[in-house]
């Protein structure tokens, strides 16, 4: 079975601050897809990114980094230069690659993420 | 155009009642999802349905009946609704074999 964790139920920071969010993951397979979700305050859930097991080159997009780090089963990510409007839950979440159910995720608790002016 | 979008986006109701959530992908995707999301705001699937058959049913109550009739739409009905069926559902479709999820909007379920 497949698990995420993410640590940090809650950060709270000033903007303009720097601050990264925890991922762990656990799964035997050895293919397997991990991704980002923000949750906004209105409550959609909008894809950041995906990443597959064979790809460990960290990604940069925008004021939006992460690093993935299969030594240690963790996939964090970074947001540079916090706002405001980066308020929100951050949700980790894995999945198997090839599996017939497509892309069933297993999420992580999730980070409510606070950014302050 | 919305990808993915499920309606109503809110459906307050009460306990004992039949509700149907409908959702459509525009995706041509052959995968869609039912996820819910409870109060402390865990995300857990519940349905998965691929070019219209089951494949993914966790231990959900047999009040929640998901319908597929064709690859674009994955419908939720629930009966006799309970207090604790109240949360945020969402839809999702992806490609099969794994890769993208897209979700829908979420529908609030309030149950009183």
């Known amino acids: 079975a497949q698990k995420v964790t993410q640590a940090q139920t809650e950060i709270s920071v000033v903007e303009k601050e720097d601050v990264t969010l925890d991922c762990v993951y656990e799964t035997r397979d050895t293919t397997y897809y991990l991704f980002w979700y923000k949750q906004p305050p209105s409550g959609e859930l909008v894809f950041l990114i995906r990443?597959?097991?064979?790809?460990?080159q960290n990604e940069i997009s925008g004021r939006y980094s992460w690093n993935f780090q299969k030594s240690t089963s963790s996939f964090n990510f970074t947001i540079t230069a916090s706002q405001v409007v980066d308020s929100a839950v951050y949700f980790c979440a894995l999945s198997l690659e090839g599996e017939t159910s497509g892309s069933r995720l297993t999420f992580g608790e999730g980070t409510q993420l606070t950014v302050n002016p | 155009d919305t990808a993915v979008s499920q309606t109503p986006k809110y459906l307050v109701t009460q306990m004992g009642n039949d509700k149907s959530i409908k959702c459509e992908q525009n995706?041509?995707?052959?995968?869609m999802y039912w996820y819910k999301q409870d109060s402390k705001k865990f995300l857990k699937i519940m349905f998965s349905?691929?070019?219209?058959?089951?494949?993914i049913n966790e231990t959900v109550p047999n009040r929640f009946s998901p319908k597929s009739p064709d690859k674009a739409h994955l419908n939720l009905h629930i009966n006799s609704l309970e207090l604790g069926d109240s949360a945020v559902y969402f839809c999702?479709?992806?490609?099969?074999?794994?890769?993208?999820?897209?979700f829908g909007q979420g529908t609030r379920l309030t149950v009183v």
């Open positions: 349905y691929n070019n219209k058959e089951l494949i």
């Open positions: 995706l041509g995707h052959d995968t």
């Open positions: 999702a479709s992806s490609p099969s074999g794994g890769g993208y999820a897209f």
């Open positions: 990443r597959n097991s064979f790809d460990e």
